[in-house]
Each structure stands twice: as structure tokens, then as C-alpha cells.
């Protein structure tokens, strides 16, 4: 079975500056890679997703992450954050119909 | 831009009634899915529908648990007689063939 962890629950970091949230995830067969916002009280929107090719995925509002499958990491990343990025970041693996989904990390942007 | 709607946004029920989750997935797409957060937990995958069928479905999904697609654009999820651990947020996602799954907003649902 797959898993997805999540090993940051929660990130402070100050507007501007660089952020990069840890997912490490398991799995026996191939996978895609996803990683999904939620802003309070709203529903999980896509952010990024690797399906093949580059390792190297580029999404929405300035955000990146890198597939490495010798350290089963998938991890996101953003130069420089904005108060507007205050939200819950969610790792997720696809195998077969399902995803299965980190725990999240909680996302604070301190002006 | 297309999305995947639900209704109703929350809902209270009581112990042991049946509840009905609706929602419109995005027109074009052939997968259906029904996930539940319970607060402060995981998104945990309850269900997938295909082919007017269930693909693959959860322990969580046991025999309280229903799916429908009643017509040409909605997706129901039934709770014949919801118990308090039911109390969650449920989400509905679509995808096309590829894979890539969109959800929508959820639905609250409280079981008092």
C-alpha cells in the first residue's frame, strides 16, 4: 500500500522569503504526485502534479517541486512567499482510482 | 473555467437519519470521486465511480455508504443512518481519463 508523509506540520516563515515543504512518499508500483492548497474554508485546489517527464514541475502562484524517486521525495518550493500563501499544503500519491494524502502542512506567512 | 460544484455547503442532521451529498463534477469528465476529512485528520478516499459503476471503494465505505449518478450531471453520496464519526467534511473530485482529480468546495456535514 502507499503512504505520504508529511514530516512539517506547520511552516512559519516571514513574507519574501524562501519556503520548501517536505513530502516523502511510499509506494511498490509507479505513481503520480500531486500537491493540492487549501485557503480557509474553502475546498482543495490543485497546485502542481507530476505525471512523467522532467522531473521538475512548475504550478500555480510561483510554485515548483522536484520529483527524485531515489529518495521518494517530492517537495514544494516558492522563491519568495506572500501573506497570500497562508494556507494548508497537501501531498498526495495516486495509485490506481485513489489518492492517498498526506497530513498537511499548515503554511503561516508572518508580514 | 469549469469546476465541481456541491451542495449544500453544511448540513445538520441527527443521529440515524440518511443524508444525501450532491454534486455536479465537471461536464466532461468520466471518473467520480467522494472523499471525507474529519476535522484535523487526513483526506481520506471513500470511493470512485466509473461506467455508471463503483471502481474501487475504501474500508470506510462500508454498507451505510451509496453512490448514484441519477442523471446525466450529478453525483450523490447516501448515508442511510449517519452515526456522530460521520461527522466530516466531504468532498466530491472528477477527473478525465489522465488521472488529474478536481475537487470541489465540500460539504460540512455535522451528525448530532
Known amino acids: 500500500a502507499q503512504s505520504v508523509t508529511q514530516l512539517d506540520s506547520q511552516v512559519p516563515v516571514f513574507e519574501e522569503a524562501p519556503v520548501e515543504l517536505r513530502c516523502n512518499y511510499s509506494s511498490s508500483v509507479s505513481v503520480y504526485l500531486f500537491w493540492y492548497v487549501q485557503y480557509p474554508n474553502q475546498g482543495l485546489q490543485l497546485l502542481l502534479k507530476y505525471l512523467s517527464g522532467s522531473t521538475l514541475v512548475k504550478g500555480i502562484n510561483g510554485f515548483e517541486a522536484e520529483f527524485n524517486k531515489s529518495q521518494t521525495s517530492f517537495h514544494l518550493r516558492k522563491p519568495s512567499v506572500h501573506i497570500s500563501d497562508t494556507a494548508e499544503y497537501f501531498c498526495?500519491?495516486?495509485?490506481?482510482?485513489?489518492?492517498?494524502f498526506g497530513k498537511g502542512t499548515k503554511l503561516s506567512v508572518i508580514p | 473555467e469549469p469546476e465541481v460544484t456541491q451542495t449544500p455547503s453544511h448540513q445538520v442532521t441527527q443521529m440515524g437519519q440518511e443524508v444525501i451529498l450532491r454534486c455536479v463534477p465537471i461536464?466532461?469528465?468520466?471518473?467520480f470521486y467522494w472523499y471525507r476529512q474529519i476535522l484535523g485528520q487526513k483526506v481520506e478516499f471513500l470511493v470512485s465511480?466509473?461506467?455508471?459503476?463503483?471502481?474501487?471503494k475504501s474500508e470506510i465505505f462500508d454498507d451505510q455508504f451509496s453512490v448514484e449518478r441519477p442523471d446525466g450531471s450529478n453525483f450523490t453520496l447516501k448515508i442511510r443512518s449517519t452515526k456522530l464519526e460521520d461527522s466530516a467534511m466531504y468532498f466530491c473530485a472528477s477527473s478525465e481519463m489522465e488521472g488529474t482529480q478536481y475537487f470541489g468546495p465540500g460539504t460540512r456535514l455535522l451528525v448530532l
Open positions: 465511480f466509473y461506467n455508471n459503476e463503483i471502481s474501487e
Open positions: 498526495a500519491v495516486r495509485v490506481s482510482y485513489q489518492l492517498t
Open positions: 461536464s466532461n469528465h468520466l471518473y
